[in-house]
């Protein structure tokens, strides 16, 4: 079997060459070729094949009993795989490294974000634990907790980790509880929680539970989750770090050994590995990570402004906006605000829909963080099967737009928007 231990951060002086450049600079030179055999290609290969070859049955049982680093099959590593995780282990992990250079950091890619998120709590949860969860977060990630974690016998309690109180009350409440997993900013609300000051309750009053953090809306360019004293951080690849629309799939970072080599034996048991093509994809996204998401930044910046203002508008949810209840901690956690943008339109349901109906330039699909703009309508499309309660209580109103905001010129996207509120 591969050892996981081939994966880290640690044993790569390339990638440990890097820790002392920034972000655009490591985003583009770290983890090239890592894994890879020595070429004169400028890109990192492809290395599109299910298995591989052993020079002879020696070198194919040191193997697979971990006492040689090498590849067997694609499910247990591949060198366009790696590539991948070594860069961003040196996105996430660089800080944390330059003040302990013994620290391993350790990234393992999936196939998808679930697959990350799933694998992730499953190698950290067993039968009569408690899983905390954010009491809003992506859907698939509610449903895996009550309807597949529970089959299993793990409980899921639900908490506002905006709100710290509550959150101490709950972990005092959960003696069982293994993990806590939560999203900042949340979607579609952007809802801002304090990383540093939940990860500091949690450890305070349970030091064994495990705090995961989903970095999707803000990616390691914006906002890295390690720094603030989570344990793990998942991301799905699907939104800015591919960038592209073209891929899907997900990220787990941390700097415990005990939980990489337990979430590298789910993937390797349950699968989740994601395809060779796919992840040279995500790392040609993630060469352009740091410009794309300043023009997603200050094109949402602007628009927010700019729809703040509007007569068709009751409210908008951004975080940089000053008059955001979130905009003082986003300023201290994040380097800018992000891409999302969420407002509640004064005609409710049915002007949602009329804007989606009437709207130019904006792509009317769902996903986010692609180059171009999104906007979707949850009450008539992804949430439609929520209860209206319960969509109201995740801040769900009937009149919510949720817009991902892309990297066209700024008039052109206000144009658009102008237009199309004109007609609700």
């Not at 698939?140 to 309807?147: G, K, R, V």
């Not at 905009?327 to 943008?341: D, N, R, W």
């Amino acid at each position: 079997m591969e050892d996981s231990k081939s994966k880290d951060f640690i044993n790569n002086h390339h990638d440990k060459f890097y820790l002392n450049y920034g972000f655009a600079t490591r985003s583009l030179h770290a983890g090239e070729h890592v894994g890879q055999p020595e070429t004169s290609a400028h890109t990192g290969a492809i290395y599109q094949s299910s298995t591989f070859v052993f020079k002879n049955s020696d070198e194919g049982a040191q193997l697979f009993a971990g006492e040689k680093s090498g590849y067997i099959y694609t499910r247990l590593g591949n060198p366009s795989v790696r590539l991948l995780e070594a860069k961003i282990n040196a996105l996430e992990g660089a800080e944390l490294k330059k003040k302990n250079p013994d620290l391993r950091i350790s990234t393992i890619a999936f196939s998808s974000g679930m697959a990350a998120i799933s694998s992730t709590l499953m190698a950290i949860l067993s039968n009569g634990d408690t899983l905390i969860l954010a009491d809003v977060v992506y859907g698939a990630t509610e449903h895996l907790a009550s309807n597949v974690l529970s089959k299993f016998g793990i409980n899921t309690v639900e908490v506002d980790t905006s709100n710290i109180s509550a959150l101490e009350k709950v972990i005092k409440e959960n003696p069982k509880a293994k993990a806590i997993l939560f999203e900042t900013p949340t979607n579609p609300s952007l809802v801002v929680s304090d990383i540093k000051k939940v990860s500091e309750t949690v450890k305070a009053v349970n030091p064994n539970i495990r705090v995961i953090v989903d970095n999707t809306f803000a990616t390691p360019y914006l906002q890295r989750p390690l720094e603030l004293g989570a344990d793990v951080v998942v991301h799905s690849t699907t939104k800015y770090i591919c960038g592209h629309g073209t891929v899907v799939g997900g990220l787990m970072t941390t700097f415990h050994d005990e939980i990489k080599n337990a979430v590298y034996m789910m993937i390797k048991d349950v699968g989740g590995n994601p395809s060779p093509f796919d992840s040279w994809l995500v790392n040609l996204g993630l060469k352009t990570l740091p410009l794309r998401m300043e023009k997603h930044c200050s094109n949402a910046m602007e628009l927010a402004k700019y729809l703040s203002d509007h007569s068709k508008v009751a409210k908008v949810h951004y975080p940089g906006l000053k008059n955001s209840p979130y905009f003082e901690l986003a300023s201290k956690q994040m380097k800018h605000f992000g891409g999302m943008i969420s407002i509640e339109l004064k005609g409710g349901f049915e002007a949602g829909k009329k804007l989606m109906d009437n709207i130019e330039i904006f792509t009317l699909a769902v996903s986010l963080g692609c180059v171009d703009s999104l906007i979707q309508h949850p009450a008539s499309m992804t949430h439609a099967c929520v209860p209206k309660e319960k969509r109201l209580k995740a801040g769900l109103t009937d009149g919510l737009v949720r817009i991902s905001v892309g990297l066209e010129d700024l008039e052109d996207l206000i144009t658009a928007l102008d237009k199309g509120l004109s007609i609700v």
